[in-house]
């Protein structure tokens, strides 16, 4: 029965991911790569290991818990911070588009959507006109930035990124702000997105409850790789299934964090016995 149980839900979230993301992901060169990224602040290590692909026309989401370097691993791959050693590798010419997780606008200084797009450098009238009208905002550009509500801000962050048109986006909490109707909205965006553009989406996100029905790849780390795989292999986990099994059938999609090892209250990989 417990068999069956898992298997209803498995094949739940492939009917889900055919209806929104109906686009089939074909492995080859990737856009990206990263190798052996490794990361510390002092003593205190931040990414160990860090060994990730990103692959065209695909997304990957990654997942885990706060602090876990999510975060970092994003400003690693944008050269935005260094890595203590590893290697990144990209595809000659490669764009990438970027969503940060905040936005630091003077909001004493009054500014239009429209305004505020025709800041990215080279964008032209067509191209902003073809971005708002891709994420249904259209309506906004002459409105205010500091009267936008979460959903709409989002919007237009994510408009302004893929001006330029990048092989690669990259969302840090993209769905930060955005009530649940706005996040179904936005993973429908997502996928119209990388089909207009055919480009490949990574994004860090805390949004399990739908993730899964939204991405290809999923990634969790603590520091390090803690699983990673599709959605069903992720979910699949019995570690998972035993632990949140029967919330993941009333939510629809969560991610399994399988181990070979523990994890101490600081998120350190124990030798010996964990204090939980």
């Given amino acids: 029965m417990f068999y069956i149980h898992k298997k209803f839900i498995a094949m739940k979230i492939q009917r889900i991911r055919a209806e929104i993301s ?12 990263l190798e052996q990224i490794n990361v510390t602040f002092g003593e205190q290590s931040i990414l160990e290991n860090i060994n990730l692909s990103i692959y065209p026309n695909s997304i990957t989401t990654i997942v885990g818990p706060n602090g876990g370097g999510k975060s970092t691993l994003l400003k690693v791959l944008l050269k935005l911070q260094r890595a203590n050693s590893g290697n990144i590798w990209h595809s000659k010419g ?18 239009t959507v429209a305004k505020f797009l025709a800041l990215k450098p080279n964008s032209s009238k067509s191209d902003i006109q073809q971005a708002l009208a891709l994420f249904n905002i259209t309506h906004l550009s002459q409105n205010s930035m500091q009267k936008l509500s979460g959903g709409e801000l989002q919007r237009v962050l994510l ?5 330029d048109r990048p092989q690669l986006l990259v969302l840090d ?27 490949a989406i990574l994004m860090v996100s805390h949004d399990l409850n739908i993730v899964m029905a939204n991405t290809d790849e999923v990634l969790c780390i ?19 299934i035993h632990f949140f099994g029967d ?9 399994s964090h399988h181990h070979n090892h523990h994890h101490d209250l ?3 990989v124990c030798h010996g016995q964990c204090r939980h």
Avoid at 159 to 163: S, T, V
Avoid at 175 to 192: C, F, R, S
Avoid at 222 to 240: K, Q
Wanted: charged share 20%.
């Fill in 266 to 268: 600081h998120g350190d």
């Fill in 173 to 199: 909490e993209p769905m930060q702000g955005v009530d649940i109707t706005g996040q179904t909205e936005l993973y429908q965006l997502l996928n119209k997105t990388r089909e207009w553009l055919n480009c």
């Fill in 94 to 111: 490669l764009k990438i588009g970027y969503v940060p997780q905040k936005l630091h606008l003077d909001y004493s200084i009054p500014i």
């Fill in 222 to 240: 603590n520091r390090h790789i803690c699983c990673a795989g599709s959605p069903e292999t992720v979910t699949g986990d019995p570690s998972f």
């Fill in 159 to 163: 408009a302004r990124a893929i001006l």
């Fill in 247 to 255: 919330q993941f059938a009333n939510n629809v999609a969560f991610y």
């Fill in 22 to 33: 109906p686009t089939k992901v074909e492995k080859a060169e990737p856009l990206l790569r």
